[in-house]
């Protein structure tokens, strides 16, 4: 295969960097060794649209974050994906914290984020009344906003895909070529890829590609995040990002709503080794009650539906970084990409694109760019009258698989149908939410590995929870 651009990494920052690649004209590859779009981290966040008012003035990560934030009113309507500008609010407890408000905006100003403003104790009660009542005032910044993260992904693949971009999935770099100082190509465990260009978006494993290529001078140790989702019929909500005030040594842990209405409360921080432990534990659990209590007391863990862990790409040295190397042309290494990524992909994706513009490569634009993706019809937001015309439309709308979030038949075979696939237990449920109810796929996952062993010609014993071999069926009893 021969290509222009080679991206590495099929995460909110790849397909970001591969969407805004795709209004050139110029042939690009994404491959990735996951089974689908969504990488790593990207698919285990706090669904977080930050505005990087609490980044580290003059750093690349807040010239990024602080430019991608308005970007997502354009890109969530062109995209079609759910997005809410709910605010976040800083409240203060204690006189230490009290004391570290006016640093703390005075660092928002520092990144020009200039609409934080100031909130007495009594009108913070106000706007959210389950928080402690013993806030003494705080923060409010109102621009921080809920995104669903595994839709973006996909949005920004499956408009890349329309745009001519070509997603290699379940495929591993094995190794980058070179040849007088420039690239030449990249191998994968299925075939050589002629290339000019490659973009090393591989998030927790950026520094094992980087070492393909001589350039990993420092090394990427994933921090562990675990977090509890609660039901949405929790009688203790909060209506903003709830967060704490950060110390030195954490950002420490939130409550706010998700756009779908579940409560998310977490996360920890933990330094860990392996880059594959994406395991909870009571530990961590536990550390999070007794923080998020502190903010917001009544807050009712006992509703969780499920926890999970995600895993952020901690460079050390730390620091976010686009590299570009005299010694390497066509080369661009991205590292430090962590807990405000998802937001920065949307900067990362035009930065990233004027590097390599900047360092030579071709950027004649295209006059037929499509500019707009529109996502599966949701049966669940639909009215009488838009459910009667989807059942018209296509019967299977009118056969509900998923009993928790009301998905049904009609939008598990689109989603099985779309340019970018979901051929997976967890593909169904990231682009869906088949499965993400009160009893977690306890009910609705027979019929959806029913309906993709159907879709894609396989037994049901093929079925893939996700990964290659995570088989939930092993035989017929009948």
Do not use: W
């Not at 910044?141 to 809920?146: D, F, L």
């Not at 949005?155 to 007088?180: M, R």
């Not at 002629?194 to 001589?214: F, H, K, M, R, T």
């Not at 879709?455 to 017929?476: D, F, H």
């Amino acid at each position: 295969m021969k290509t222009d651009v080679v991206v590495i990494g099929a995460g909110a920052v790849g397909c970001a960097v591969a969407r805004e690649l795709s209004k050139l004209k110029l042939s690009v590859v994404v491959v990735d060794k996951n089974e689908d779009v969504g990488g790593d981290a990207s698919k285990s966040n706090s669904a977080i649209i930050h505005t990087g008012y609490d980044a580290s003035p003059g750093t690349l990560e807040s010239r990024l974050v602080v430019a991608a934030n308005p970007m997502y009113d354009r890109i969530s309507r062109d995209l079609d994906v759910p997005f809410s500008r709910i605010g976040a609010i800083l409240p203060a407890f204690t006189d230490e914290q009290f004391e570290k408000l006016p640093f703390l905006k005075e660092k928002a100003f520092d990144n020009r984020v200039y609409d934080v403003e100031y909130l007495t104790g009594e009108q913070l009660l106000a706007i959210e009344p389950n928080l402690n009542p013993e806030v003494k005032g705080g923060l409010y910044i109102p621009r921080e906003s809920i995104i669903d993260p595994f839709l973006l992904v996909v949005a920004y693949a499956e408009n890349a895909q329309q745009n001519g971009v070509n997603f290699l999935l379940s495929t591993k770099v094995v190794d980058i070529t070179t040849a007088g100082g420039k690239i030449t190509g990249v191998k994968t465990d299925a075939g050589d890829i002629e290339c000019d260009y490659v973009v090393n978006a591989a998030g927790l494993y950026c520094d094992e590609i980087a070492s393909y290529v001589g350039k990993n001078d420092y090394y990427v140790n994933p921090r562990k995040g675990q977090f509890y989702i609660l039901d949405k019929n929790t009688s203790v909500k909060v209506n903003h990002i709830v967060l704490p005030i950060p110390t030195k040594l954490t950002k420490g842990k939130l409550m706010c709503p998700t756009v779908h209405g579940n409560m998310l409360v977490g996360p920890t921080a933990e330094d860990l080794d392996d880059k594959t432990d994406k395991s909870t534990t009571a530990e961590g659990l536990d550390s999070i009650a007794a923080d998020v209590r502190k903010l917001i007391p009544g807050v009712r863990l006992n509703d969780t539906i499920t926890q999970y862990c995600g895993l952020r790409p901690n460079r050390n040295p730390e620091g976010l970084h686009v590299d570009v190397y005299d010694d390497l042309y066509g080369y661009v290494n991205l590292s430090g990409v962590r807990s405000t990524g998802l937001t920065a992909s949307a900067a990362l994706g035009v930065y990233v694109t004027q590097t390599l513009i900047r360092m030579g490569m071709p950027a004649e634009y295209k006059t037929d760019f499509i500019a707009t993706r529109k996502g599966i019809p949701s049966f669940h937001k639909a009215n009488d009258e838009q459910k009667e015309e989807l059942i018209r439309q296509n019967p299977l709308y009118g056969r509900v698989i998923c009993r928790c979030e009301t998905i049904t038949e009609g939008e598990i075979v689109e989603a099985i149908r779309r340019p970018i696939p979901a051929r997976s237990i967890d593909a169904i449920k990231r682009r869906l939410r088949a499965g993400m109810g009160r009893c977690h796929g306890g009910f609705c996952r027979p019929k959806v590995i029913e309906i993709l062993a159907r879709e894609l010609g396989v037994p049901a014993e093929e079925v893939l929870k996700n990964q290659k071999g995570s088989y939930l069926v092993t035989g017929r009893v009948k």
